[in-house]
């Protein structure tokens, strides 16, 4: 079996596995267990100033979607940092090191954008002989209400101020934890290199109204009849988490710039597919928080059955796809391919139907019997057909070989040529 | 071909070859991916899950279905493997229906549950198809550990037994491994010779010599084991088979010496059935026996039962099962005669009633027309070595099948306690081993 332990700016982990900082961490108990269960480590609940504790809301902090058989697709939250005193989770946070010293153990941390606030509370948590620090400059509702959290991460200097004053002020390695409520993720990764920071995590929450109660007309989740945008979280938010993690490893200032990465993983494969993005480690909330601990088991044994069957090494997997992820501009115009409907798995459900018809580009026929076939010539491989088929690959995408005619626009397929160079581009370089 | 269900007396070859391949083929086919994937996408993970609590092997179920669901069927098969190492076995043959999925939280949701046993059978399937045995032998102890009986508990005892590095001699009166898997279990179930298949499967961990046609008290005794071997374990199974105890009752023949020649039967034409069958009893062998007469192509067959259909053994689906295939369940009737020259030709059964002082039999009788008769009133112990401890005709044992014999261990259908099911018996010899190899690094053992 392929060996996931993991080295992540200087933290030894013995898989790459780690709890985000959320309730699962919130305290001693909770990640002790965690630690039973095999989570590699954890990022303890973000910790805030000394003094009377944050104060939480009394009714309903969740929001929630559903996909069918109500499984769990979306979380939203509206929850502050941790509520119980500084003083009980710098005590448990020690204890918790020194009973576990191969868990990584990460402190979370959010104090007001002053030094000293950062300088004092620093100081406590090195005691703890933690194995590192992260920044929250995400969490988007509430703190963010008095000038922290998301407030810090959607201004780049902020985010580079505070992460130099944390590198001053301590020898523990720095995470900047990230906020997706931004336009362009890369600035806040720049600013948070040009800090100092170890590496970014991300993402934290997205803003969001989950739903709304048609009888009382409150946001979900309501108090006494009104709501506030929480934080969005689980496997609807995956695809964007991914997209920002992806931006960071292949932008030119941040390459190389270690991500924890962070949103909706809650099997084995989507925790490969952030590391293949060039995660080093991988952080979890919403999936644990849905089925418990215990799913890290199938995400130990599957990423490492994975490994095997690639004879590949968790080093190996690491920013594989990286190279992979490109503009537009470059993406190759000569990859035709069609649509195929395997009739033997086709159950005539008539939806690849309905949506091309009704939606796209008429390219399949429906002929007696129910037999749904593409009509290649309007066929633009849209792909339309293939995500909504019930039955996992009964549609395929099939590539026209180069020499092949399309019978959609008559054209012979060639092998490459992309948009740079496209006739109809006007800003197009001549081919040389 | 020349005889049909109509063929008066016990003849072979009554329904057509390709009739007999149907009927004898899986009854419950493979899931495909899709078809497991939709299965596996309907557990819940639970918390503590039930399930995992009414599997007597306690398969980490949740766990080994996420497996399936996030597309690694092989390291759901480990999980599986992990705690029944004959789960291959286990999931065509436990009455899923009253273990694990009668205790899903989606049976007290919808009414279905998560189809748990396909779903392990799926993932087993798989991990076998690729050869992987995951599962490799400690470093030599060389101690030595004689098992009695290649049944499912002789089996799992032996294979935990050399994953512990010790060195396993199976030592079988038949002339095929396997027990009633091999000869008992109905053949619909067990299709295509997996049962031998899935026996080579465990003994390529290594370290077990399994010699057949060797019984114990025949050609060699439990003193002769102990001085040669530093543990003994029984998994004799149940070889006697209760009597009727009616006038005729020779002419009945019993149920499970009718299936094991079924099973090893080369070719199903060549099994003979009566055109009309009674089976006698209310159990699993009974229903077997009942449905394959009827799938070999008998024109009737009945299930005469001595108490109330609440009180027959055979659980609502494997009753549904037999209604399904054409065999008529009949209850509250006990036998008092075979009548037959030579060979049966009818039973008389008496009317019961249970009253204050138990089952009562009425005056009043009736007649079935049978050419063959099968007995399935319950098999029990027999051939046990003298000086073993026995409670209700089982032999005894404490915790871990602790016989009454120091360095003697037993499980499965002859030890007390626990169903006689595969499953049970697998957990049992499962058991037995890791005390074995805890008394043996302990230093005792040999008594
Ligand atoms: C007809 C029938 C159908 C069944 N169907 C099912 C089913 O669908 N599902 C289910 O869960 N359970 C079923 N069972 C029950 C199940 O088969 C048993 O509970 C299980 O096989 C018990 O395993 P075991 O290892 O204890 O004994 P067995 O499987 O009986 O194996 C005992 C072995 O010991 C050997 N042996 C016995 N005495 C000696 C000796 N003196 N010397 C050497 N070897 C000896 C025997 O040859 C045999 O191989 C069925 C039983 C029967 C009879
Ligand atoms: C209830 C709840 C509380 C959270 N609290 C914090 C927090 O205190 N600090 C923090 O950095 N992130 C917090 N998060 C965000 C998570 O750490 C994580 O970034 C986010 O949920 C995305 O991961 P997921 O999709 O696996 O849940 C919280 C999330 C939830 C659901
Ligand atoms: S999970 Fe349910 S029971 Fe537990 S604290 Fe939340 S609301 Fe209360």
Excluded at chain 1, 40 to 68: F, I
Excluded at chain 1, 194 to 206: C, F, K, Q, Y
Excluded at chain 1, 303 to 318: V, W
Excluded at chain 1, 402 to 428: K, L, S
Aim: aromatic share 6%; hydrophobic share 40%.
């Amino acid at each position: 079996m392929a060996s996931l332990a993991t080295e992540f700016v200087g933290i030894r982990s013995p898989n790459p596995f780690w709890l985000a900082s959320a309730p699962p961490t919130d305290k001693q108990y909770n990640v002790v267990r965690a630690f039973k269960a095999g989570w590699g480590g954890v990022v303890w609940k973000t910790l805030g100033e000394d003094g009377p504790p944050v104060v939480n809301v009394n009714g309903p902090r969740y929001g929630a979607v559903w996909g069918a058989d109500r499984r769990l697709l979306g979380l939203n939250n509206i929850e502050l940092i941790t509520d119980r005193p500084l003083e009980v989770n710098l005590r448990e946070i020690k204890q918790v090191k020194r009973d576990w010293p191969d868990r990584a153990v990460v402190v979370s941390l959010m104090v007001p954008c002053e030094e000293e606030s950062w300088k004092a509370i620093l100081k406590r948590v090195e005691e703890t002989e933690c194995d590192g620090v992260e920044l929250n400059f995400g969490c988007p509702h509430g703190m963010s209400e008095r000038g922290m959290g998301s407030a810090v991460g959607q201004v780049p200097e902020y985010i580079e101020m505070v992460t130099r004053w944390c590198k001053q002020h301590s020898r523990m390695p720095v995470l900047v934890k990230l906020t997706p409520n931004i336009t362009d993720i890369r600035y806040p990764a720049r600013a948070a290199l040009r800090g100092g920071a170890d590496a970014v995590s991300l993402i934290n929450t997205v803003s969001s109204i989950t739903s709304v109660n048609l009888d009382t007309f409150s946001p979900e989740p309501s108090i006494d009849g009104k709501g506030s945008h929480g934080g969005y979280c689980g496997p609807a938010v995956k695809p964007i988490a991914l997209n920002m993690v992806a931006e960071i490893a292949r932008d030119a200032e941040t390459r190389g710039l270690p991500i924890s990465g962070i949103g909706g993983i809650t099997t084995w494969r989507d925790a490969a597919e952030f590391i293949a993005l060039g995660a080093g480690t991988v952080q979890v909330c919403t999936a644990a928080m849905t089925y418990g601990f215990r799913i890290v088991q199938e995400m130990i044994s599957g990423l490492a059955q994975y490994l095997d069957s690639k004879g590949m090494t968790l080093g190996d997997l690491r920013g594989r796809a990286v190279p992979n992820v490109t503009d537009w501009q470059y993406l190759n115009l000569e990859y035709v391919t069609k649509a195929r409907i395997n009739q033997d798995l086709c159950i005539k459900c008539g939806r690849c139907y309905a949506a091309c018809e009704d939606t796209s580009h008429q390219a399949i026929a429906m002929k007696p019997g129910r037999v749904f076939e593409v009509i290649d010539a309007e066929c633009v491989a849209c792909n339309l057909c293939v995500n909504v088929c019930p039955v996992e690959n009964c549609i395929t995408m099939e590539r026209l070989p180069p020499g092949a005619t399309d019978p959609r626009t008559g054209r012979i397929v060639g092998d490459y040529a992309n948009w740079t160079t496209h006739p109809n581009n006007p800003m197009a370089r001549a081919a040389e | 071909m020349t005889n049909s269900p109509l063929t008066p007396g016990i003849v072979s070859g009554r329904l057509p070859a390709a009739a007999l391949a149907a009927n004898f083929a899986d009854v419950e086919p493979p899931l495909d991916r899709h078809e497991a994937m939709v299965a596996a996408d309907r557990c819940y993970f639970c918390h503590d899950a039930p399930c995992i609590t009414a599997c007597p092997t306690a398969i980490d179920i949740p766990l080994f279905i996420r497996q399936i669901a996030t597309g690694t069927p092989e390291a759901a098969a480990t999980t599986i493997w992990t705690q029944n190492i004959l789960g291959g076995m286990c999931a065509r043959v436990c009455p899923t229906e009253t273990l694990c999925e009668e205790a899903c939280v989606r049976e007290a949701a919808e009414g279905k549950p998560v189809e748990i046993g396909r779903l392990q059978r799926y993932a087993t399937d798989i991990a076998m198809a690729k050869g992987l045995h995951p599962f490799t032998r400690a470093a030599s102890t060389g101690r030595r550990v004689a098992v009695v009986g290649a049944g499912p508990a002789g089996l799992a005892c032996a294979h935990r037994l050399a994953m512990h590095g010790h060195d396993v001699t199976i030592y079988d009166a038949r002339d095929k491994p396997g027990g009633l898997n091999e000869y008992g279990i109905a053949a619909y179930k067990t299709t295509g010779g997996f049962a031998q298949a899935e026996v080579a499967w465990l003994l390529s961990i290594g370290g077990i010599v399994i010699e057949t046609g060797k019984a114990l008290g025949r050609d060699f005794t439990l003193d002769d084991l102990r001085a040669r071997f530093d543990a003994v374990f029984l998994g004799l199974g149940l070889q006697g088979v209760n009597a009727l105890r009616v006038p005729g009752e020779a002419l009945a023949r019993d149920a499970v010496d009718f299936i094991a020649g079924l099973r090893q039967a080369g070719d199903w034409a060549d099994v003979p059935v009566g055109r009309d069958v009674v089976v006698i009893g209310g159990g699993m062998t009974a229903v077997d026996a009942a449905v394959q007469s009827k799938l070999l192509g008998a024109e009737t067959v009945t299930i005469v039962y001595r108490r109330g259909p609440e009180k027959l053994s055979a659980s609502v689906y494997e009753q549904e099962h037999a209604k399904t295939a054409g065999v008529r369940i009949l209850t509250n009737a006990a036998p008092v005669a075979v009548h037959g020259d030579g060979a049966a030709a009818e039973v008389e059964f008496a009317y019961t009633e249970e009253g204050p002082d138990g089952l009562r039999q009425l005056p009043e009788r009736f007649r079935l027309k049978a050419d063959q008769v099968f007995k399935a009133i319950g098999q029990t112990l027999a051939g046990v070595p003298e000086g073993l401890a026995l409670t209700g005709g089982k032999i005894a044992v404490t915790g871990p099948g602790r016989t009454s014999i120091p360095g003697v261990w037993a499980g499965g259908d002859c030890a007390a306690g626990g169903e006689d099911l595969t499953v049970t018996a697998v957990a049992e010899g499962r058991d037995a081993a890791e005390d074995i190899h805890a008394a043996l690094a302990a230093g005792r053992g040999r008594g």
